[in-house]
């Protein structure tokens, strides 16, 4: 959260805010476990995918057979690649803005209450 955003909610500005009675909460430490459970897995898919093309062309030989005329299965996985990146990244955009909406609400509620929840 910037400190532009805190001192948008309600014209508070950031010292009337006690962020680590923010950091302490409830509502906080949820939105980060709900971030934790949601990154740490799509990083893992997203490094073993990643990695699994180098790992495989170097010790198999099944991705460098024919799928249609001269294209292999290493230029489709290859390919997949790219399609994986940009499906991850969208999911990801929509994911973070509700972790972002979440982020808002705590703010809020803190900023409501003058920074002493």
Avoid at 22 to 28: A, D, G, L, N, V
């Amino acid at each position: 959260m910037s400190n532009a955003n805190a001192k948008d909610l309600s014209g508070h500005t950031d010292k009337e805010i006690d962020f680590e009675k923010i950091e302490q909460s409830s509502q906080f430490k949820k939105l980060m476990a709900d971030r934790k459970k949601f990154i740490v897995p799509l990083t893992i898919f997203f490094l073993v995918f990643y990695f699994l093309l180098p790992i495989l062309t170097s010790y198999t030989t099944f991705l460098n057979t024919p799928v249609i005329g001269d294209i292999s299965w290493v230029w489709l996985f290859a390919f997949s690649q790219f399609v994986m990146t940009w499906v991850l990244c969208s999911i990801y955009v929509r994911k973070a803005a509700t972790f972002d909406d979440q982020a808002d609400e705590i703010l809020e509620e803190h900023v409501g209450k003058g920074g002493n929840s």
